[in-house]
């Protein structure tokens, strides 16, 4: 195997036995096969599209298909294996519907879609595969752009939110990391149409879970336990989480958010839950720890899990494209509808949760509501009782170094307000930093994807004092990444012209040198050093 995805790969260069997320290299192989299939895919459905031929269930299987490849998500050999034999079926019919005859033999492309299952093991499909660095970095940052956007694409079609446009950017650019003919400038400018296109995808996304489930409102969210035996539910998928609640309510179980779901709780569709208690615990990377004080099941819907441990492997499910060898997988139905029966029924058997921390952390201030008080926010500037914002959004991770944020956010002039999404709050949400005449200096905007929320709090902002360039305001960026969410909010802030954004912990392996020096001479962005240097260059 051959893997630099995250920010923990392996001496900061690549796993090559194991990952450092502990999968597989048998299973990182196959997901790198998984994605040529999705290629394949692409390249008779973008003409199927054409034709006005296209099918959303073959939409919907190159999402999932790329979002089980990010880190975290699926560790699962047979799930891999099911998705690549499921792709190479759905390629053939493709291919059977198309107009005429198929493409014509002399295409490059064609003798890739033509591979078969049981040769596909002679082909080079790793990222190793393109030999100039500098085109493979940057085919490889609009790969981790792309898979980041299926995962909000996806978030988005199982609330029924779907954009045409978007899928054909996907496939445009999947087959554009196989096009030997096309050069660094205009990968490039790939890279930042994906930003582009990754705005997009987050406001569809934000405008599914916002007309389903309302716009989340400033909530006090309870971070201690009650009696009963509970369910904690981790991840991303809201969807998930209403249909455990609406099975839940009357059973005498409690359901508790973990990781990226706690913004769940400022919902207004899920306050009417009285068996929705609150949150349990903090980052992704606790969960071992965690998951074996909670007593109860737990339900991983998307990506975040770790290898369980044994104490626990018995009660920890997964659902959607989750998977790991060994944990019960919860399956769909046709219409999208879960059984979580079991699960509610071995949380009966449980002893509550043990507790781990009391009172409550704030959050729900996505764009509506913190735009709700823009002109306290925008006296409070002028007044001179706010001096900067600080973008702190992105991931969080296991690393002792990631401590930096935690003292970078404590560091900070208390005329400073930090603007968050993602789990990288987890790092500074807890903290005691006051507020600033009623207004928080945490604003938790929500889950990694409502960094959207912060791109139209910032427009909003440079609107309301006149400025055009939204590198003028008042605004820093002291971004964490770990996965390829992150790249593509990355992405998505650079095609809005962002710049002097901090990066961190370690800059992206896969980026080479030229390539970094690209984006350093036209965004200037920066690795972070120590919190004194950087308070400084930032503030």
């Known amino acids: 195997m051959f893997c630099y995805q995250c920010e923990e790969t392996m001496n900061g260069t690549g796993c090559t036995k194991n990952g450092v997320c502990g999968k597989k290299g048998e299973v990182a192989d196959l997901q790198d096969d998984l994605i040529f299939v999705l290629k394949s895919i692409a390249f008779y459905n973008s003409k199927a599209r054409a034709n006005n031929l296209n099918d959303a269930k073959i939409d919907e ?63 080079n499909t790793s990222v190793l595969a393109t030999e100039n660095e500098d085109i493979r970095s940057l085919r490889e940052l609009l790969m981790y752009g792309l898979k980041g956007m299926a995962a909000y694409a996806h978030h988005a079609n199982v609330l029924g939110y779907k954009d045409d446009n978007i899928m054909s950017f996907i496939e445009k650019a ?3 990391t196989l ?23 987050l406001a569809l996304l934000d405008k599914a879970n ?5 716009n989340p409102e400033p909530t006090a969210v309870n971070i201690g336990v009650g009696s009963n035996p509970g369910i904690l539910i981790s991840g991303h998928d809201l969807h998930d989480l209403e249909q455990l609640l609406d099975q839940t309510r009357g059973t005498g179980v409690d359901v508790y958010t973990h990781g990226e779901m706690l913004p769940a709780n400022s919902y207004p569709a899920f306050k009417k839950y009285d068996n929705f208690v609150g949150n349990y615990g903090g980052s992704w990377w606790r969960q071992k720890e965690e998951f074996d004080k909670f007593n109860g099941p737990i339900l991983m819907t998307t990506n975040c899990i770790v290898p369980p441990k044994e104490s626990y492997i018995n009660r920890i499910y997964t659902t959607g494209i989750v998977g790991f060898d060994g944990v019960t997988h919860i399956i769909a139905n046709e219409d999208g509808g879960k059984d979580f029966s079991t699960i509610i029924e ?71 307000v930090i603007l968050t999404a993602g789990c990288a709050k987890y790092r500074y949400n807890k903290l005691d930093l006051g507020n600033i005449g009623g207004i928080p200096r945490v604003i938790d905007a929500g889950q990694c994807n409502d960094s959207y929320s912060l791109v139209v709090i910032a427009q909003a902002l440079a609107e309301a004092f006149g400025i055009e360039d939204i590198n003028d305001l008042p605004v820093a960026y002291n971004i964490a990444w770990y996965e390829q969410k992150a790249c593509l909010v990355l992405l998505a802030l650079l095609s809005l012209g962002v710049k002097n954004i901090m990066l961190g912990p370690k800059l992206p392996a896969f980026v080479s040198p030229n390539v970094l020096n690209v984006l350093v001479e036209n965004f200037n962005i920066m690795p972070n050093t120590t919190v004194d240097e950087d308070l400084k260059t930032l503030i």
């Open 174 to 176: 999947l087959l554009a």
């Open 61 to 123: 299987f190159i999402l999932d298909g790329l979002f089980a490849t990010i880190t975290n998500t699926n560790f699962n050999k047979a799930d891999i294996e099911r998705l690549i034999k499921e792709g190479f079926e759905i390629k053939d019919g493709i291919k059977e519907k198309l107009p005429g005859a198929a493409p014509n033999a002399g295409d490059d492309l064609t003798v890739m879609a033509k591979v078969k299952p049981e040769t596909l093991a002679n082909i």
């Open 179 to 201: 096009d030997d003919g096309m050069g660094v400038d205009e990968l490039i400018s790939l890279v930042l149409e994906c930003g582009s296109v990754g705005v997009n995808t």
């Open 346 to 416: 071995q949380a009966k058997t449980c002893q509550p949760p043990q507790q781990l921390e009391e009172g409550t952390i704030m959050g729900g201030f996505a764009h509506v509501s913190a735009l709700s008080v823009a002109d306290k926010i925008i006296e409070a500037v002028k007044g001179g009782q706010i001096k900067k914002f600080v973008v702190m959004a992105g991931c969080d991770g296991r690393h002792k170094e990631r401590s930096y944020y935690t003292d970078f956010a404590e560091a900070l002039p208390d005329d400073t």
């Open 210 to 214: 916002t007309t389903t489930y309302g």
